[in-house]
């Protein structure tokens, strides 16, 4: 079942702009991912971080973790045309045999 | 990482067909996912694929439906039987080793008519 909620649903920016995600959860988790797909093709493992962890960093991305409002945020800085894609976060919970929980995902349009 | 594939890319098929999704893996992984994805939306798991044993399904798929094979630690194949419209979506394998972290093949784009 879906646990993971993405906010906003759709978001369109500007080169240049930075882009921020949110997703909240609802159980205890181990850590954390974010994913990218583009245009329905197979999605690409972005950045992932654990539950004792509060922020990390790999490029231009950022990601934050709350585990007491249970909610992480993807921050992506200097937008690209190319950054074009869905977000998806998905956690891991444990004892869960490696499963993740997927959120509904953000659309995000960078318009050059 | 691993690098995966998947055959077809896509196909279009008639209702009350069967259409055999293959997922090779270029190097020996401990965990396979066969995911769903329709349009617009998010993923759902269909199953878990076991290496010589029957998948373990989740809630909502049954084994009749979306048999599973799993002969060996880099292949595996997910039958969608019996197709309706309702079945058009993208299907997608994923394989996991020691971590958490998934890796994705390109998906496979199935619409049924």
């Known amino acids: 079942s879906q646990q993971g909620e993405e906010d906003p649903q759709a978001l369109s920016i500007q080169e240049g702009e930075n882009a921020t995600m949110n997703c909240s959860y609802k159980t205890s988790i181990n850590n954390l991912q974010w994913y990218r797909q583009n245009s329905g093709r197979g999605l690409v493992h972005l950045i992932l971080?654990?539950?004792n962890e509060r922020e990390k960093h790999s490029g231009r991305l950022r990601v934050t973790l709350d585990t007491s409002k249970k909610s992480s945020s993807l921050l992506i800085t200097a937008s690209r045309a190319a950054d074009t894609a869905s977000y998806f976060c998905?956690?891991?919970?444990?004892?869960?045999?490696?499963?993740?929980?997927w959120g509904l995902g953000t659309s995000l349009a960078v318009n050059p | 990482s691993a690098v995966i594939s998947q055959k077809p890319s896509r196909d279009i098929c008639q209702r009350g067909t069967s259409l055999t999704i293959q997922c090779q893996v270029d190097?020996?992984?401990?965990?396979m996912f066969w995911y769903r994805q329709q349009p617009g939306q998010s993923l759902t798991l269909i199953a878990t694929a076991n290496q010589g044993s029957e998948a373990t399904y989740e809630s909502g798929f049954v084994i009749d439906k979306f048999p599973i094979s799993r002969p060996n630690l880099t292949f595996s194949t997910l039958t969608v039987s019996n197709m309706s419209p309702e079945d058009s979506s993208i299907y997608l394998c994923s394989v996991a080793n020691l971590t958490d972290t998934q890796y994705f093949g390109p998906g496979t784009r199935l619409t049924v008519l």
């Open positions: 190097s020996q992984v401990t965990m």
């Open positions: 998905a956690t891991s919970n444990a004892g869960n045999n490696r499963k993740l929980i």
């Open positions: 971080i654990r539950s």
